[in-house]
């Protein structure tokens, strides 16, 4: 079976190591080799999937597309590239590239499975989009909302796939470290979050903090940052996904994002028992209260604080959320499960096939 997969940039930097090994399981253990498409031009610090291809067995460019008449013929030309082994199947990972996919799904006459990772990703979903034969989300509540958009017979739910750490590393050295993800959420929480920072450092004057900053409203956190005396505490970063390695190993990871956008890098961090503290996120199955990570409810920053500050001065209880959060990934992001759920469903897209959403067996 060949498979031509559409990933956009965003999912390509956060889910790059996932999908590396899923498009390798893919092939290796099912005989479902892919085609990974790109556009011409990609962002410098993505260069580098074009020598590696994330385990595609080819790489294709996808010529820039924009109004109707140029994205027809950008698939054209895409189209030109496999007409020799036309794929059975088009996989579009990531909204960002999803017209481009369907252009081409419609094009070769092919029908097209879509991964989606956030609630903006599901609002994409519509009965409408003929060559759709499955949706495909990572967490029950996210399908269920994309069954609402289209029914249960497209849509699939698949965990992602995680390999736990052999050895979780080390913990609190002599500067105990904290990552601090998605400073582009709810600006409420932020500042929250930095206020009971401030009320930690008072305590732990020698705390490391590295937080990720967006590029559109990062600046606000960081001024928020600064107006609490925490400069000297923090190291800045546009995209945690840079030094992923670095960030899912500190000694604890905060995500004061009340959203539902997966990010892999917090499920890593999981699975290296690291302990995470979190705002509430619904449609996240894997952030469990007192299991998984300690959840702050509202915006107080004195509750922030003294969750922080648990975590961080309680060994046993840091240990046991870091223990909980590694047997959830051991239980239920498996990677070869995650490679079989996959190649069931590409096969089955590929004839034609529809797979109902159940909760019970994927959640």
Known sequence: MHLLAFIDPQRMREDGPMLQDLLQRLEQDWDIRSSLVLPEELPEDLHAIQQQGLGASAVLTMPPTGPLWLRQHATQTLAAQVHRDPPDLVLCIGTDSYQDAEATARHLERPMVVSTWSVSDTRLATNRMQHVGAWVAP????????????????????????????????????????????????????????????????????????????????????????????????????????????????????????????????????????AIVSAPAPDLDWIIDGQTAAIVEGVDPEAWAATLLNVLNQPGDRLALGQGGRARIIEHHDPTRHAATWAQLLTGASRGVSYPFTSSKQS
């Open 139 to 274: 967490t029950p509540q996210l399908a269920k909302r994309i069954v609402r958009r289209v029914g249960k017979e497209l849509v699939q739910c698949i965990a992602p796939g995680i390999t736990p750490a052999a050895t979780p590393a080390a913990e609190l050295g002599l500067a105990p470290t904290l990552a601090l993800l998605a400073c582009d959420g709810n600006p409420e929480i932020v500042r929250s979050v930095l206020a009971g920072l401030q009320r930690v450092v008072a305590v732990i004057p020698d705390l490391q903090i590295c937080m990720e900053l967006d590029a559109a409203d990062g600046h606000q956190a960081w001024r928020e940052a600064d107006a609490r005396g925490l400069l000297d505490h923090v190291s800045t970063i546009a995209d945690a996904t840079q030094v992923r390695t670095l960030l899912t190993t500190c000694d604890l990871i905060v995500h004061p994002h009340r959203g539902s956008n997966v990010r892999t890098m917090v499920l890593e961090a999981m699975a290296a028992s690291r």
